[in-house]
């Protein structure tokens, strides 16, 4: 569906088409909200660590069965591409001759698989920290720090492309995170 918007002056903006459904943009602020809390709380706060864990494991579950059921744009079938397509990617980015895509990229799909299951992993050693076989166990608390880090290096790599593609296609791509909507579709662009 398309839509031109109205500004502030009565101008006519350009045409927008509804792209993030309200299960992704709540599931990838909450995973951003638990993740920061968890972060935050890790040394200090016990209760509130384990508290974020795991509503980010309630979000993964969520975000795995929407990925199979939700919407077009939410479905792992629109975005995951195989490596050589992402590699092919990330050379075009080089190059600056990147495609724009309405959903997620193949960089960005690869991206979204590499956080579900880094977080994953975290949520699961987490957990395992909490079992009687598992407490005080050092191989599952190192993996979880590990994991912990290897997120927080994700997140940067994440940011810094959403910031790359943001400026490169000109549309805010956390804005569209907030309100669901991306710039209509231009000749060249993949929908």
Same mark, same amino acid.
């Given at each position: 569906?398309?839509?031109?918007?109205?500004?502030?002056?009565?101008?006519?903006?350009?045409?927008?088409?509804?792209?993030?459904?309200?299960?992704?943009?709540? !599931?990838?602020?909450?995973?951003?909200?638990? !993740?920061?809390?968890?972060?935050?709380?890790?040394? #200090?706060? &016990?209760?509130?660590? #384990?508290?974020?864990?795991?509503?980010?494991?309630?979000?993964?579950?969520?975000?795995?069965?929407?990925?199979?059921?939700?919407?077009?744009?939410?479905? !792992?079938?629109?975005?995951?591409?195989?490596?050589?397509?992402?590699?092919?990617?990330?050379?075009?980015?080089?190059?600056?001759?990147?495609?724009?895509?309405?959903?997620?990229?193949?960089?960005?799909?690869?991206?979204?698989?590499?956080?579900?299951?880094?977080?994953?992993?975290?949520?699961?050693?987490?957990?395992?920290?909490?079992?009687?076989?598992?407490?005080?166990? #050092?191989?599952?608390?190192?993996?979880?720090?590990?994991?912990?880090?290897?997120?927080?290096?994700?997140?940067?790599?994440?940011?810094?492309?959403?910031?790359?593609?943001?400026?490169?296609?000109? #549309?805010?791509?956390?804005?569209?995170?907030? &309100?669901?909507?991306?710039?209509?579709?231009?000749?060249?662009?993949?929908?």
């Amino acid at each position: 569906m398309t839509d031109t918007g109205m500004t502030g002056t009565g101008m006519s903006s350009r045409a927008t088409i509804r792209v993030w459904d309200p299960v992704v943009r709540l !599931f990838h602020w909450g995973l951003v909200a638990s !993740f920061a809390i968890a972060w935050i709380s890790a040394e #200090e706060w &016990n209760d509130l660590h #384990e508290t974020a864990g795991y509503v980010a494991g309630g979000l993964i579950a969520v975000r795995l069965v929407w990925g199979l059921i939700g919407t077009r744009y939410a479905r !792992f079938w629109q975005f995951v591409r195989r490596p050589a397509t992402v590699i092919g990617y990330l050379g075009d980015m080089l190059k600056g001759r990147e495609a724009r895509y309405i959903g997620h990229n193949p960089a960005g799909g690869a991206m979204v698989l590499a956080l579900l299951a880094c977080m994953a992993v975290l949520v699961a050693t987490g957990w395992m920290g909490t079992l009687d076989a598992f407490w005080g166990v #050092e191989w599952v608390e190192e993996v979880h720090e590990t994991f912990a880090n290897l997120l927080l290096a994700l997140v940067g790599v994440h940011v810094l492309g959403v910031v790359w593609a943001s400026l490169k296609h000109g #549309e805010s791509l956390v804005r569209a995170m907030v &309100n669901g909507r991306k710039k209509a579709p231009e000749p060249g662009d993949v929908a």
